[in-house]
């Protein structure tokens, strides 16, 4: 059975920085892409970073510069470093697998979903 379990989420002040974390287990997902997706109060789930097999990264422009995906394979390990926090990043941030070597920012590519951590960021 796979599991995703995201931590690290917690209220900072506008301009600080976070690092969440998402454990995987259940399966050898080295070759999975590996994706963070949040959603706001309010809004659609939207995507925000993704590292492919061999470790390309993507970030949509809303956080391009600013925060950095990256994984760690013997720890089953997905990070999402971010820094100059705004506000508008306050969101449910959840960590998702997708069995695609590649696969692209469309949920529907992703298999598999952690519950979700809290990010809020006050002004």
Known sequence: ??????????????GGSLR?????????FSRDTMAWFRQAPGK???FVA???????????????GRF????DNAKSTVYL???SLKPEDT????????????????????D???QGTQVTISS
């Open 68 to 71: 950095t995906i990256s994984r």
């Open 91 to 110: 969101a449910v941030y959840y960590c998702a697998d997708s069995r695609l070597s590649i696969a692209t920012f469309r949920q529907s590519h992703y």
């Open 20 to 28: 969440l974390s998402c454990a995987a287990s259940g399966r050898t």
């Open 81 to 83: 470093y971010m820094s």
């Open 50 to 64: 993704r590292i492919v097999s061999g470790d390309k990264t993507y970030y949509a422009d809303s956080v391009k």
């Open 1 to 14: 059975q796979v599991q995703l379990v995201e931590s690290g989420g917690g209220l900072v002040q506008a």
């Open 112 to 114: 598999f979903w952690g």
């Open 44 to 46: 659609e789930r939207e």
